[in-house]
């Protein structure tokens, strides 16, 4: 242990901290309250940094809250896995950040204002963060309340209908999943006489075998629906498109894969051995093909990436089922390289939303003529995604692969073989995405750069017909009063002729947007930078999967963590 266990508490203290200065600031000083959000989550991101150099070289950070040693106070820890994934998040939620600042969304757009979105945010860092820290049950139960909160602030952000019955849905299957997850820490209470997780390996092999596998089996229930891990996994394609791209960005990229670290926590430190290995695993294989198979069946960017996303926690949760250090390993580094890639996409998807309106595929078309820099921010994630080589996404899935062939069992070859059919369909998917919205001529039903377009709410009866009529000056449902003079099809754009839009079918999460010709700067500029962060994880590959190594051998030796909480 060194000095750097005083930084440990820093991730969670400095956002809470921030966002209470916030309220107390309101709708001010713009410029002040950016700066703000920006700082705080800068200091986090080189205070992760240095914990994770300090975990790496010196063994795990430890930070006794208020000075009192467990079993009584909180205790939090920074071993390498959860300083890595506080790196890896604090990277992507300040890139998020810069996006929504330049998307307008917490600044100018009165119907999400700078004093609702902001303090959210940094209270969903904050759970976060308190999170992948945790040294116990009950404060993993309290970092996940922190996120549940402030995501349905953040989803319902503008208040429209769509938001709202999407929120309506996650905070239910949310709470529910809380209430489980409260059951599932008084059950260790009352069989262990802690929540404590340092302690708990020993008391808890002391326990029945039935009793231990009761609580395994609930903590794992609770962590499934988190992660949105198939069967449990329905909530998720309709609750996440529907929220601003940046929130749907965050939420996709970073919330699903708490519930995998708290897998990966509790599955090695509490429950080693292979026990409920098998059916992970095929829980695992379920994960994969259901949603590949829901994804291209899609027609919508945003749905098409939220079953990928559902889809390759099966990649995951094959790692963890394998339970060997090849398959940690390859699981923590997939985590990695999939936060960064999936936010990645959904930022993209945000820009197409912004340039054309929707993120209907069947209403796009010739993005890569009229918007260069867009197509390469969707080409380069989206082979990530699939795993193209010599990509982060072909390392991560080549080495969970033959962590599966080496393990040798008969599910785990299955396994090797449904992931490889994944990785197949995930390209036709995406590939199909990039031909029709890219590649092709515009759609008849694409909008022209510079349109306002207004909530489906107001302007989109029941029968889902676009209505005529519209404001002074903007085109109508049937392309006329604010068509230009030469009708429909005169809208000349970069060499393409798109045609006159159609009020209703393109709509910014149900808030009016004004399409744009040009991405704006900050946009660009934060998905460009994470773009490039992933593309790091291929040019570091050797590195990063020497340091995941180091931390499935210290997750699959339990060792080392309870040593350093309990000799404090």
């Known amino acids: 242990m060194s000095g750097a266990a005083g930084l440990v508490p820093l991730p969670v203290i400095l956002p809470l901290c921030a966002a209470g200065l916030k309220l107390a600031i309101g709708a001010r000083l713009e410029r002040v309250q950016r700066f703000i959000s920006a700082a705080v989550l800068l200091a986090v991101l080189v205070v992760s940094l240095l914990l994770l150099i300090a975990a790496d070289r010196h063994g795990p950070q430890v930070m006794f809250a208020?000075?009192?040693?467990?079993?009584?106070g909180i205790v939090l820890v920074a071993d390498r896995l959860s300083a890595l994934m506080l790196v890896i998040s604090s990277s992507v939620t300040l890139s998020v950040l810069v996006y929504s600042v330049g998307q307008g969304m917490a600044d100018?757009?009165?119907?999400?204002?700078?004093s609702v979105f902001h303090p959210s945010y940094l209270v969903l860092v904050a759970g976060v963060s308190d999170t992948f820290l945790a040294g116990d049950l009950f404060n993993l139960y309290v970092g996940f309340e922190l996120m549940l909160t402030a995501s349905y602030v953040l989803m319902t952000i503008g208040g429209t209908l769509a938001r709202i019955r999407a929120g309506a849905t996650y905070a239910i299957v949310s709470l529910?999943?809380?209430?489980?997850?409260?059951?599932?820490?008084?059950?260790?209470?009352?069989?262990?006489?802690?929540?404590?997780m340092a302690p708990l390996p020993a008391r808890l092999d002391a326990l029945p075998d039935s009793v231990g596998m009761v609580i395994q089996i609930a903590l794992l229930g609770v962590f499934a629906i988190k992660a949105a891990v198939f069967p449990l996994a329905a909530w998720l394609p309709d609750s996440y498109p529907t929220a601003p791209a940046p929130v749907t960005a965050v939420f996709a990229g970073l919330l699903t894969k708490v519930g995998i670290y708290a897998m990966l926590r509790t599955q090695t430190l509490l429950f080693p051995g292979p026990g409920i290995g098998t059916v992970l695993l095929v829980?695992?294989?379920?994960?994969?093909?259901?949603?590949?198979?829901?994804?291209?069946?899609?027609?919508?960017?945003?749905?098409?990436?939220?079953?990928?996303?559902?889809?390759?926690?099966?990649?995951?949760?094959?790692?963890?089922?394998?339970?060997?250090?090849?398959g940690i390993s390859g699981a923590v580094f997939y985590v990695a390289h999939h936060i960064t890639v999936q936010t990645t996409l959904f930022l993209v998807a945000g820009l197409v939303e912004r340039r054309s309106g929707t993120t209907d595929l069947q209403s796009l078309g010739g993005l890569a003529r009229l918007s260069p820099l867009l197509a390469v921010l969707f080409f380069v994630p989206a082979l990530n995604l699939a795993g193209i080589p010599p990509l982060s996404g072909f390392l991560g899935k080549f080495g969970l692969l033959r962590a599966g062939v080496d393990d040798g069992g008969a599910l785990a070859y299955v396994l090797v073989g449904g992931g490889t059919v994944t990785s197949l369909l995930?390209?036709?998917?995406?590939?199909?995405?990039?031909?029709?919205?890219?590649?092709?001529?515009?759609?008849?039903?694409?909008?022209?750069?510079?349109?306002?377009?207004e909530s489906t709410e107001e302007d989109t009866p029941e029968d889902g017909a676009p209505r005529e009529g519209g404001r002074e000056g903007e085109p109508s449902a049937a392309g006329g009063g604010g068509t230009p003079a030469g009708g429909v099809g005169d809208w000349p754009t970069g060499g393409l002729t798109v045609l006159a839009p159609r009020r209703g079918t393109?709509?910014?999460?149900?808030?009016?947007?004004?399409?744009?010709?040009?991405?704006?700067?900050?946009?660009?500029?934060?998905?460009?930078?994470?773009?490039?962060?992933?593309l790091g994880f291929t040019v570091l590959a050797g590195p990063l999967f020497a340091l995941t190594d180091r931390a499935a051998d210290e997750l699959l030796a339990r060792t080392p963590y309870v040593e350093a909480v309990m000799s404090g």
């Open 426 to 453: 995930t390209l036709y998917a995406l590939a199909k995405a990039w031909n029709v919205a890219f590649w092709r001529a515009p759609a008849p039903e694409m909008c022209e750069a510079g349109t306002v377009l």
């Open 66 to 72: 208020g000075g009192w040693a467990p079993p009584v």
């Open 176 to 196: 529910l999943s809380s209430m489980l997850f409260l059951a599932a820490v008084a059950m260790v209470y009352a069989a262990a006489g802690t929540v404590t």
């Open 108 to 114: 100018n757009d009165d119907t999400t204002p700078m």
């Open 506 to 534: 393109a709509t910014f999460g149900g808030q009016e947007i004004t399409t744009s010709s040009s991405l704006p700067v900050s946009m660009a500029g934060a998905t460009t930078a994470l773009v490039l962060f992933g």
């Open 283 to 326: 829980l695992a294989l379920l994960s994969l093909l259901v949603g590949i198979l829901g994804a291209v069946a899609q027609t919508d960017l945003k749905r098409l990436l939220s079953f990928t996303l559902i889809s390759h926690m099966g990649y995951m949760i094959f790692g963890i089922g394998l339970g060997s250090p090849s």
